[in-house]
């Protein structure tokens, strides 16, 4: 698990400048896990109703510069954004559409797709679509 950083921090660290908007943004984001920006936007609106999506977006695509926030994109679902954590992949619920993380060994799964290429790899996207995630199974 990744110890457990305030949002305050997360900015600080990065060297950000510490807004309220900012702030939400980040721990919404936190909270979700994931999150598309039309309900990300919905959570902001209730504590800044005079914010803008233009503004959402630009302070998402500062936080994303400065590698704090990733887009997660998944077929068939809207743009969702995270908090950049260590190498995972993604585990998608066709039952009740919950995005989870998966943890992986960065370097096992890279010498794999090395091997299996024959190519020097550099990135992959790797999403798992299943049934029954922790939600799912929770609510029985
Ligand atoms: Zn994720
Ligand atoms: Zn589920």
Redesign the pocket.
């Known amino acids: 698990m990744q110890s457990y950083q305030t949002p305050e921090n997360l900015l600080r660290e990065k060297g950000m400048k510490v807004t309220p908007q900012r702030l939400l943004i980040v721990r919404e984001i936190q909270d979700a896990g994931h999150i598309d920006v039309d309900s990300l936007y919905g959570k902001i609106r209730e504590v800044f109703p005079s914010l803008s999506l233009a503004t959402i977006y630009k302070n998402i695509n500062a936080l994303m510069d400065e590698g704090l926030l990733r887009e997660v994109k998944i077929d068939g679902m809207k743009n969702l954004y995270e908090l950049v954590t260590k190498d995972h992949i993604h585990f998608v619920?066709s039952?009740?559409?919950?995005v989870s993380d998966i943890g992986i060994d960065e370097l096992e799964v890279s010498s794999f797709f090395r091997k299996i290429s024959g190519k020097n790899v550099k990135d992959y996207v790797i999403t798992i679509f299943g049934?029954?995630?922790d939600?799912?199974s929770s609510v029985n």
Do not use: F, Q, R, S
Request: aromatic share 0%; hydrophobic share 0%; net charge negative.
């Open positions: 619920c039952k009740c559409g919950e049934e029954d995630c939600k799912c």
